[in-house]
C-alpha cells in the first residue's frame, strides 16, 4: 500500500508568494541597525562609512549565475523552511509525516501534528491551539529554564565526557613516562638521533589520526552509528594502552602508540557530533565543549597516573615497572566507557540519515521530557534535512566542501582553528612539560608536580567557558585570550635566562601556568565546538574528520620536533617561535573566522554566506573600532556585518537569538 504524501514539501513551499516576499524583504536597507541582511552580499562593493554598511545598489550589481541563485534560495529554506507556513498547513504536514513513517499510533500522530507547529517558532508556543496544560508547562520550562533537561540527556553528556578523559591520559601518561624508557631504550641523549626518536615516540598516536584514524570516521559512523564506533575506538585506546605497557624497544612501543591513533582519532571527531546532535540548540555549545573541559580533566589524571607510580619499584625479571604502569594506566576510563555506551541512545539525527524515522523519534522521546518537544524536534530536523538535501546535487561530499563557498568558508574557518590549536604552543606542555621543567632546574619528582599543577589549571578554567562559550562567543574568547598566550610563552622562554640562584623555577612556573589560565576558555574548547557546529549536516562527518586530521597532523609535527627545535632553537628561542604564531593566529580569527554563537546548527548557512574578502574587510575595521571605543572612548555605534533577518513578525526556526553587537 502507497502511503500517502506529506502536503506540500518544502521545495514547493519555497516558490511561495511567501519565501519570494522574504527574499524581496532581503533587499531593504534596514536603516534602524544600518546593515543588510546577509543574503543580500554578493561581491566586495564599497563600504559606506556613514551608514556602517554597504550600498544597495553596490549589492545588487554583482551578476550571480543560476546555480549561485539556486543554492542562494535553498539557503533562504535553510534559514527557517517553514517561515510563513499556516498552523492549519503545518498540523496537516506533521500529520503526514507521522503517518508516511509509520511513526506511533494516534497519540504520536497529534504530537507531530502539533509540534510541526511549534517547529516554526518553539518560543511563540503559546499561540498554539489545542495543547494541553502539562504539554504547556513543559514547554514554559524550556523556554526560561535550558539547564532543566532529562537526566538521560546529561548521561549522554557524561559518557561523552569519559570519553574525551580517555583522550586526555593517552595524550598526557607520556609525559612522564618518556622520563624513564628513553634512557631505557637508549635514545636519552641530545644528540639528533635521540631527540628525533623520542619525539617520533610521542607523535605516532597522533601521526595515525591525520593519515589514517580520522579517515576511518565516516565509514565507521556509517556502519557502526556513533554509539558504535565510540565503542569501537575505546576498545582500541584500552588495548593500545595495555600493549605499551610490555614493549621493550622503541620501535616496538611507536608500533604500539601507533595503534593508539586507530582509538584516538575516529573517537575525537565522532563525540561532539553524537553530542551535538542530541542536545538542544540553546546548550549546545556548553555541552559540546564538555569535550574540552573533560579532555582536561584526563590531562590532569594522566599527570596524576604519572605521580602516582614515580616511585614504584621493580621487581625480578621487570624493568621500568613504574613507567609501564603509567602507560598501562590509560586504559581505565575506556573501560568506564565500554561498559555504559550503549546505555546511551543512538543519536536521532544518525537514524534520520538512514530513513530510521520511528527510531529517531524513540530516540528523541529519551532525551526530551515531553512527546510534543520530540516530535517537534524530529519534525523540524526533517524539514531541514529535506532542504539540505537539495544542494547534495549528487556530488562527491569532499569535493562539495571545497566548491560550495558556503561550505569552503566553513573548512577554512574550522581548519584554521584546528591549526591555532596546536601552534599556540598547548601540547609543548601537554607533553613536554615535565621535561622543560627538569631543563628548568626541578627535580624529576618536583618537576612531575608542576606538571600536575598545569592540569589541574587546564581543567578548572576550562568550566567556565561552559557558560562564556555561549555568551561571550566563540570569536570573542579567542580574540581576547591570544595576545595574552604570546605575552605568557615569550614569558616563560625568557625566564630560562634567569640566572640559577635567582626566581628562575618560579617564573618558568608561574609563565606556563598564566599560559594554562589564558588558554583553557578560549583555545581550548572552541575548535572542536566550531566545528561540530560549522558545517551542514550532509558534509558534518566529512568535514569533522577533515577538522580532526588537521589538528592530529599539527599535533604531530609540534610533538615530533620539539626536542631537536629546542635543541636548535634554545629553549627560550623554542617558546618565542610559538609565542609569536599567537600573535599571527590573532590576525587570522580576526579576519577569517565568523562568529557562530547562539545559532542552531543549520542557521549557520547564513553566516558562512558573507564572502571571505568581505568578511576579512570588516574584520580590520573592528580595530578601528574597538580603538575609537575602549581606547579614545568615544560613543560610537559599532559596525554590524550581517544578522538574522527582522523576524518580530515573521516565523522563525529554534531558539533563534539575535546577534547582539558584533
Known sequence: MTSPEIGPSIADTASNSSSEKRLEYDWDYHDINHHFPLRTFRAEPEYDDQNHSYPPAALRAGATTAAERARRNVNAKLANPLAGISHAMLEDMGARYARKYQVGDQDDIRAFSKGAVLAQDPSKYHTVAGLTEEEQMVLHTEEHHRWHQPPLLYIVIVVCSTCAAVQGMDQTVVNGGQLFYKYQYGIGGTDPRSTWLTGLLNSAPYLCCAFLGCWLTVPFNSLFGRRGTIFLTCLFSALSCFWQAFANTWWHMF?????????IGPKSATVPIFAAETTPPRIRGALVMQWQVWTAFGIMLGYASDLCFFKVVDHTGVIGLNWRLMMASAMLPALVVIACIFMCPESPRWYMSKGRHFKAYQSMCKLRYNKIQAARDVYYMHTLLEAENDIKNGRNRFIEIIAVPRNRRAMIASELLM???QFCGVNIISYYSSQIFLN???????????SLGFGLINWVFAIPAIYTIDTFGRRNLLLTTYPFLSLFLFFTGFSFSIPADGPRLACIALGIYLFGIVYSPGQGPVPFTYSAEAYPLYVRAY???????????????????WPSLETAFTTQGAFSWYATWNIVGFFLILTLMPETKGKTLEELDQVFSVPTNVHARYGLRQLRYFARRYVMRRLVEPERLYEHEDTRDLDRGFDHDDEKGM
Open 419 to 421: 591549526f591555532l590549536q
Open 255 to 263: 608500533i604500539a602508540r601507533f595503534f593508539l591513533g586507530f582509538g
Open 440 to 450: 628548568g632546574g626541578f627535580s624529576p619528582i618536583a618537576a612531575l608536580s608542576a
Open 543 to 561: 568535514g569533522m574528520s577533515m577538522a580532526t586530521a588537521t589538528t592530529w597532523f599539527f599535533n604531530a609535527l609540534l610533538s615530533i620536533t
